[in-house]
Antibody, heavy 117, light 112 residues
């Protein structure tokens, strides 16, 4: 069974940083592109970015709204993907979901990030 | 940015009756590799989204066969042949053509 468990969310002040982690199991992590999406509570879904698997260079793509501030990385030895979020803004407040597959084939339960002073 | 427009935004359906949701994109989603990067998701109340349909018409693993996706280019449709109570939630379409993936506004489906 595919499992994705996000952690690291919480309350943070604008301008500060936060790192989210997504621990995975139930599939061959090294072969899987991994994605991040977010959702403001009560609102729609937004794509954040994804990281390709090593066979495709492990390169990343990001939404314009986070490019230059957010970084996705992966630890293939531990089956974990990270989302490093810097220079956080109030509008980054959302539930952040980790997904297997760039298109969101499987989703975690999400972790809430609240950016507020 | 490719804009995705869903209609209707809400739908109330009698159990056992069919339902249909439309999604239109502002440009063709046919990639030069011949694939169409278009997806349907369902977010049930209090849950994470789940993939229903990938590449416009392929039902994802475990998705009941009452769900079907069709369409090409800029016009896509999700059909539920016979709605069941467990199908309530918000349905989203998404495009992944140009590495700036965007969602439709969502269609809320409830049971009459």
């Amino acid at each position: 069974e595919v499992q994705l468990v996000e952690s690291g969310g919480g309350l943070v002040q604008p301008g500060r940083s936060l790192r989210l982690s997504c621990r995975t199991s139930g599939f061959t992590f090294v072969d899987a592109p991994m994605g991040w999406f977010r959702q403001v509570p009560g609102k729609g879904l937004e794509w954040v970015g994804f990281i390709r698997n090593k066979a495709y260079g492990g390169t990343t793509e990001y939404a314009a709204s986070v490019r230059g501030r957010f970084t996705i990385s992966r630890d293939d030895s531990r089956g974990i993907v990270h989302l490093q979020m810097n220079s956080l803004k109030n509008e980054d407040t959302a539930v952040y979901y980790c997904t297997r597959g760039a298109a969101g084939y499987f989703w975690g339960q999400g972790t809430l990030v609240s950016v507020s002073s | 940015e490719i804009v995705m427009t869903q209609t209707p935004l809400s739908l109330s359906v009698t159990p056992g009756q069919p339902a249909s949701i439309s999604c239109k994109s502002s440009q063709s989603l046919l990639h030069r590799d011949g694939r169409t990067y278009f997806y349907w998701y369902l977010q049930k109340p209090g849950q994470s989204p789940q993939l229903l349909i990938y590449e416009a018409s392929n039902r994802f693993s475990g998705v009941p066969d009452r769900f079907s996706g069709s369409g090409s280019g800029t016009d896509f449709t999700l059909k539920i042949s016979r709605v069941e109570a467990e199908d309530v939630g918000i349905y989203y379409c998404m495009q992944g053509l140009d590495l700036s993936w965007t969602f439709g506004q969502g269609t809320r489906v409830d049971i009459k």
